[in-house]
């Protein structure tokens, strides 16, 4: 008997990823699409349907060998119905993904956040492999996040557990967020806040700089002229490491996690990041909770969202049918 596959969706503003993935987590075959934004998003579900029965057409296979779809989403997922109140890159607002993409395949259908579902791909094959209560945390142009505690996603009440982002960093004075608050963790350890506090600096300071020399600065260049000793990009990691610390302690003291998992494009500056976050993080984390705790980079990479959909399907399944 042929073993099943489970599909696996992360779907982005840009791209659309896609998988078969067997039920150990391993990628059989993956691929991309653009995502189709026309008419505010509704030709999405379609185009996922269908792009997935011209893939099963390429591997010589059909519908039976899938066993569900599980499929990573940009916004807050009511957990009831798999729809999404509103997801501002793709244009949607009130959307029943889950039900529109089970009419269009005919196949089971979970829908998670995507910043969760990267989370669980972590967890399964990932950085976190073998933990079970964990935190994950996506820097990248905004800050995402996922916690998992006794390997379930926190969800809250309404969906929006897991908003590590908008921590609130800087009480008074702090700089706007997207989310329409102020001074979120959102605004200094993402990208784009390393970068809003490197021109600050460089607007307050008539130190030197090597940063002076670029038309266009980038989180990139703020940690590679830190890494080669640059005073004035050193004072910006110091910033940012120190209240991204200081989040993750208050996180970790309240939920005691085996594994802080940091990945997106920022936790590319590997050690330039992560060892003066371990050293900020320290002071601020409760003894036995700073003992207990790892901190390391996602290993997964753009794979941790279709891994993680993946794992979502499987786990739904086993509950309600046994797989």
Do not use: Y
């Not at 557990?161 to 200094?188: D, F, M, Q, R, Y």
């Not at 990139?220 to 120190?242: N, P, T, Y």
């Amino acid at each position: 008997m042929e073993e099943k596959w489970l599909v696996g969706v992360d779907l982005g503003g840009t791209t659309i990823k896609m998988a078969f993935i067997s039920k150990d987590g391993d990628i059989l075959h993956s691929w991309e699409i653009a995502t189709d934004k026309r008419e505010k998003g509704r030709h999405i579900p379609a185009s996922i349907a269908r792009s997935i029965e011209q893939q099963l057409l390429e591997c010589k296979q059909t519908k039976n060998r899938l066993l569900g779809i599980g499929i990573g989403a940009p916004g807050p997922v009511n957990g009831e119905d798999g729809s999404l109140e509103v997801a501002v890159n793709l244009g949607w607002e009130n959307f029943p993904l889950q039900e529109i993409l089970k009419r269009e395949t005919s196949l089971p259908v979970v829908v998670e956040n995507d910043a969760n579902v990267a989370a669980l791909g972590e967890m399964w094959k990932g950085a976190g492999a073998g933990a079970k209560n964990l935190l994950c945390v996506t820097l990248g142009t905004g800050v995402g996040g996922g916690i998992i505690v006794n390997g379930e996603i926190v969800h809250g009440t309404n969906g929006a557990g897991g908003e590590i982002g908008h921590i609130t960093s800087v009480p008074v004075g702090g700089a706007p967020c997207n989310c329409g608050k102020k001074g979120c963790l959102e605004t200094i350890a993402s990208a784009t806040g390393i970068v809003r506090l490197a021109l600050e600096e460089l607007s307050n300071s008539i130190n030197n700089s090597r940063l002076r020399d670029n038309k266009e600065i980038t989180a990139k260049l703020v940690f590679d002229a830190a890494k080669e000793g640059d005073e004035l990009a050193k004072r910006v990691i110091e910033q940012v490491v120190f209240h991204l610390g200081l989040a993750l302690a208050n996180l970790a003291n309240g939920l005691n996690p085996e594994k802080i998992v940091i990945g997106g494009g920022v936790s590319k500056a590997g050690d330039t990041l992560l060892e003066p976050l371990k050293a900020a993080f320290t002071p601020f984390a409760f003894p036995r909770v700073a003992q207990g705790v790892e901190i390391v980079p996602a290993t997964l990479g753009n794979q941790a969202g279709v891994i993680g959909a993946a794992w979502l399907v499987k786990q739904k399944l086993s509950k309600s049918m046994g797989v």
